[in-house]
C-alpha cells in the first residue's frame, strides 16, 4: 500500500494536506484565530471573499514540490488578502509551509525568489504599519523557515553525492575484483594447456596417448572460454561442483590431486565459495608451474563460519618450464581474503613441497 502511494505524482501525494487545511481553515469557530500582523486593520465578516483567500492560500501547497516558486507566490497572494481583509484565518499557516517547500525544493532562481518574497513582504508590512520589532521578529521567523527547507536540501545533495561516492568506490572494487577474476580464469586454463601441449611434444610415437593429451588440451581451453563468458556469473553461485571439476581437469593435465572435502558444501552467502574455488585454481594452477607430478592434496572443510581450504604438494615433481608468474595471483588472493576478515598464508613446507591454505569466513562478500 505504502509503495503504490509513493508511485503516485506528488502533487496527487499533496493534495490531501492542502484539502485538509482548506477544511480547517472554513470551519466557522476558528475565524479571527489565525496569523495577525496587525490590529490597525478591523475584523470583516466571513463571506465568499474569505472563501477566494483561503482558497488562495490553502489550495496551491498541493504542487508545493512540483512547482515551489508557483506555490509560494499564489499563498503569499491568499496571506496578504487575509491579513488586508482583516480575515486572521488558520490558513496563514500556509505560507510557513510554502516557504519551507521552497527552501528545500526550488532548484532555480533562489536569490531571486527571496529578493521577490522580501520586497513583497516589507510593503505589506508598510502597508499595515507594522512597528519594526514587529516586522523584523515576523520577518525572521519567515526566514527561519526558509533556511530550515534549504538546509534539509543541502543534506540531501550532500547525501546524493555520499552515494555517487558509495556508487563509485563500489563499481572500481568490482573492476579489481573483475581484473583478479580475469587474471585467474586465463593464468590457471593458460597454464594447464601450456602443460598438456609441452607433453604431448613427448607422445608422438604413443597416438592413444597423444590423442588423449590433445583432447585434454581442447577441454581446457573450452572450458576457459566458457569462464570468461560467465565471469560474472562466478561471483555469486557456490562452486562445490566447478572445484571437483577444476581438480579433474588438473589431473588431466598430469597433476596427481587428491581432493578430501568434509562437512556439508552449501551456496554459503556472500559467495565464500568463490574464494575458495579461486585459492584452489591458483594453487593448483602453480603446482602445475613448479611442482609439476608431485602428489598435490586439496582439502576443504566446510564449518558454519567458516570454510578451510589446504592445498599442498609433497615436492616430488619438476617444474614445467611453463611461463613465470607475476606473483599478483598469491598477492591478491592475500588481500582478498584479508578484506573478508580472513586468514591466508602461503609457502614451502617441511621436509618439501609447497603450501597454500585459508580461512574464508561464510558470509563473507566475494
Given at each position: 500500500m505504502v509503495d503504490r502511494w509513493r508511485s503516485f505524482d506528488v502533487a496527487v501525494r499533496d493534495l490531501p494536506f492542502a484539502l485538509l487545511l482548506t477544511a480547517l481553515a472554513l470551519v466557522p469557530g476558528w475565524h479571527q484565530h489565525g496569523t495577525r500582523l496587525s490590529d490597525l486593520v478591523p475584523e470583516r465578516p466571513f463571506d465568499w471573499i474569505g472563501v477566494l483567500a483561503i482558497g488562495l492560500e490553502c489550495l496551491p501547497l498541493a504542487v508545493r514540490r512540483r512547482f515551489p516558486a508557483l506555490s509560494l507566490v499564489l499563498v503569499s497572494g491568499g496571506f496578504a488578502l487575509d491579513q488586508l481583509l482583516g480575515l486572521h484565518t488558520i490558513g496563514g499557516t500556509a505560507l510557513a509551509v510554502s516557504l519551507f517547500s521552497a527552501g528545500a525544493h526550488l532548484t532555480a532562481y533562489r536569490k531571486t525568489v527571496v529578493i521577490g518574497a522580501t520586497v513583497a513582504y516589507l510593503a505589506l508590512a508598510v502597508r499595515l504599519r507594522l512597528p519594526v520589532a514587529d516586522l523584523a521578529l515576523f520577518y525572521v521567523v519567515l526566514a527561519a523557515m526558509w533556511a530550515v527547507g534549504a538546509g534539509l536540501r543541502q543534506n540531501r545533495r550532500i547525501e546524493a553525492q555520499r552515494r555517487v561516492a558509495e556508487a563509485e568506490a563500489a563499481r572500481t572494487a568490482e573492476r579489481t575484483r573483475i581484473a583478479r577474476e580475469l587474471h585467474d580464469v586465463v593464468t590457471h586454463h593458460v597454464t594447464a594447456m601450456v602443460v598438456q601441449t609441452e607433453a604431448a611434444r613427448y607422445?608422438?610415437?604413443?597416438?592413444?596417448?597423444?590423442?588423449?593429451?590433445?583432447?585434454?588440451?581442447?577441454?581446457?581451453?573450452?572450458?576457459?572460454?566458457?569462464?570468461?563468458?560467465?565471469?560474472?556469473?562466478?561471483?555469486?553461485?557456490?562452486?562445490?561442483?566447478?572445484?571437483?571439476?577444476?581438480?579433474?581437469?588438473?589431473?588431466?593435465?598430469?597433476?596427481?590431486?587428491?581432493?578430501?572435502?568434509?562437512?556439508?558444501?552449501?551456496?554459503?552467502?556472500?559467495?565464500?565459495?568463490?574464494?575458495?574455488?579461486?585459492?584452489?585454481?591458483?594453487?593448483?594452477?602453480?603446482?602445475?608451474?613448479?611442482?609439476?607430478?608431485?602428489?598435490?592434496?586439496?582439502?576443504?572443510?566446510?564449518?558454519?563460519?567458516?570454510?578451510?581450504?589446504?592445498?599442498?604438494?609433497?615436492?616430488?615433481?619438476?617444474?614445467?618450464?611453463?611461463?613465470?608468474?607475476s606473483g599478483r595471483g598469491l598477492d591478491g588472493l592475500r588481500e582478498r581474503i584479508g578484506t573478508l576478515g580472513g586468514d591466508f598464508r602461503a609457502g614451502p613446507q617441511t621436509p618439501a613441497g609447497f603450501e597454500v591454505a585459508a580461512r574464508i569466513p561464510v558470509g563473507s562478500a566475494a
Amino acid at each position: 500500500m505504502v509503495d503504490r502511494w509513493r508511485s503516485f505524482d506528488v502533487a496527487v501525494r499533496d493534495l490531501p494536506f492542502a484539502l485538509l487545511l482548506t477544511a480547517l481553515a472554513l470551519v466557522p469557530g476558528w475565524h479571527q484565530h489565525g496569523t495577525r500582523l496587525s490590529d490597525l486593520v478591523p475584523e470583516r465578516p466571513f463571506d465568499w471573499i474569505g472563501v477566494l483567500a483561503i482558497g488562495l492560500e490553502c489550495l496551491p501547497l498541493a504542487v508545493r514540490r512540483r512547482f515551489p516558486a508557483l506555490s509560494l507566490v499564489l499563498v503569499s497572494g491568499g496571506f496578504a488578502l487575509d491579513q488586508l481583509l482583516g480575515l486572521h484565518t488558520i490558513g496563514g499557516t500556509a505560507l510557513a509551509v510554502s516557504l519551507f517547500s521552497a527552501g528545500a525544493h526550488l532548484t532555480a532562481y533562489r536569490k531571486t525568489v527571496v529578493i521577490g518574497a522580501t520586497v513583497a513582504y516589507l510593503a505589506l508590512a508598510v502597508r499595515l504599519r507594522l512597528p519594526v520589532a514587529d516586522l523584523a521578529l515576523f520577518y525572521v521567523v519567515l526566514a527561519a523557515m526558509w533556511a530550515v527547507g534549504a538546509g534539509l536540501r543541502q543534506n540531501r545533495r550532500i547525501e546524493a553525492q555520499r552515494r555517487v561516492a558509495e556508487a563509485e568506490a563500489a563499481r572500481t572494487a568490482e573492476r579489481t575484483r573483475i581484473a583478479r577474476e580475469l587474471h585467474d580464469v586465463v593464468t590457471h586454463h593458460v597454464t594447464a594447456m601450456v602443460v598438456q601441449t609441452e607433453a604431448a611434444r613427448y607422445l608422438a610415437t604413443a597416438p592413444d596417448r597423444l590423442d588423449e593429451a590433445l583432447v585434454a588440451v581442447t577441454d581446457t581451453g573450452r572450458t576457459a572460454i566458457t569462464e570468461l563468458r560467465h565471469l560474472l556469473d562466478l561471483l555469486n553461485p557456490g562452486h562445490g561442483g566447478e572445484l571437483r571439476a577444476l581438480v579433474a581437469q588438473t589431473r588431466r593435465a598430469g597433476q596427481p590431486v587428491e581432493l578430501v572435502e568434509e562437512g556439508r558444501s552449501v551456496a554459503a552467502p556472500g559467495g565464500a565459495e568463490v574464494t575458495v574455488y579461486r585459492v584452489a585454481q591458483e594453487a593448483l594452477t602453480n603446482a602445475l608451474k613448479y611442482d609439476h607430478g608431485a602428489r598435490t592434496t586439496v582439502s576443504v572443510s566446510y564449518g558454519e563460519r567458516a570454510i578451510d581450504v589446504r592445498i599442498s604438494t609433497d615436492g616430488s615433481g619438476t617444474s614445467s618450464g611453463s611461463p613465470g608468474g607475476s606473483g599478483r595471483g598469491l598477492d591478491g588472493l592475500r588481500e582478498r581474503i584479508g578484506t573478508l576478515g580472513g586468514d591466508f598464508r602461503a609457502g614451502p613446507q617441511t621436509p618439501a613441497g609447497f603450501e597454500v591454505a585459508a580461512r574464508i569466513p561464510v558470509g563473507s562478500a566475494a
